[in-house]
């Protein structure tokens, strides 16, 4: 698979820092890599149609990434020509008042798919172990002196140990969880940010909030950096995408999802013994349904001789 390269699976130390944020170093093609790009998308549609029938299997993708790094539009572009009835498209925006009063993981398992469901996750409960770091959230918790008093690094040390057991869990039961991190440059999200300016289509994303979280770039880099290092496994990787040439991300992500359904082997059910003795009885009862209804075809008249 073309993104292997950019797979974290925990048996080595990474630093996302020194990886590409763009497709120099793989020499790729644009023209091609779109061309493959929607061949990729048309053996999707395929894959995922026995994958929803099968239904043995479901798949969680995860797409993690700093703001303005084109994660709703890969959602947007990847997903689009997949039958909706099998996938389902969760964004998760600031913990309301009901989600802060459970557990940071129960949002989360409120929508997991059902098996031969694919589910994606625009941010995730990775916000609890990112931005409640670099944001310094974890004193504003309603919880006892027994679990905020800790001292961060135990506290995110046990967050880091919820969550691999958290995936395993859903792997030993029957889902891959899949996790991407959108690797972008500061100096790509600063255009993207200033479109958000610049087009009157954009505005309506633009935040002022943004600039805070801009100036904090390099802190969000390092905590990333941290915690896909902590939360990566060979059943759960992570995949750290170069984000700046959103044409050739948004194939590297196709290629992950081609890689996830074929290695589901799913088939399509067998017809029940049952149903298979009736089959040739109600392809008749069919065809004659069909008889009555249609039409009689109009005799051609005979073209008369001059």
Avoid at 109 to 126: D, K, L, M, T, W
Avoid at 263 to 271: F, N, Q, R, T, V
């Amino acid at each position: 698979m073309k993104a292997d390269k950019y797979a974290v699976t925990g048996e080595k130390k990474i630093d996302i820092r020194k990886l590409p944020t763009n497709s120099k170093k793989d020499g790729a093609d644009k023209d091609e890599t779109i061309a493959k790009y929607e061949a990729n998308k048309a053996e999707i549609a395929l894959l995922q149609d026995k994958f929803y029938a099968d239904g043995r299997e479901g798949l969680i993708i995860v797409l993690q990434a700093l703001d303005a790094s084109g994660k709703d539009s890969a959602v947007k572009n990847v997903f689009s020509g997949i039958n909706p009835q099998g996938v389902k498209i969760h964004s998760y925006k600031a913990p309301t008042s009901e989600e802060l009063a459970h557990d940071y993981l129960w949002r989360i398992h409120q929508n997991i798919p059902r098996r031969g469901e694919i589910a994606v996750f625009n941010r995730s409960h990775y916000e609890d172990l990112i931005t409640v770091q670099v944001e310094n959230i974890k004193p504003f918790y309603h919880m006892s002196d027994r679990i905020i008093g800790k001292d961060d690094k135990t506290f995110f040390k046990e967050r880091y140990e919820q969550v691999n057991n958290f995936e395993e869990y859903l792997y030993q039961n029957g889902y891959k969880v899949v996790k991407i991190f959108l690797h972008v440059s500061k100096e790509e999200q600063t255009k993207q940010l200033l479109e958000r300016i610049e087009l009157p289509e954009k505005n309506w994303k633009f935040r002022a909030d943004d600039m805070k979280v801009r100036d904090k770039f390099d802190a969000y880099v390092d905590c990333f950096n941290e915690v896909i290092n902590k939360t990566s496994s060979k059943n759960s990787p992570w995949y750290v995408l170069p984000g700046d040439q959103r044409w050739y991300t948004r194939y590297l992500i196709t290629e992950i999802i081609l890689d996830a359904l074929k290695s589901a082997k799913s088939e399509y059910p067998p017809l029940p013994e049952v149903d298979k003795e009736r089959m040739d009885e109600c392809r008749e009862i069919l065809k004659a349904d069909l008889a009555e209804t249609e039409p009689e075809e109009a005799p051609k008249k005979k073209s008369k001789k001059k």
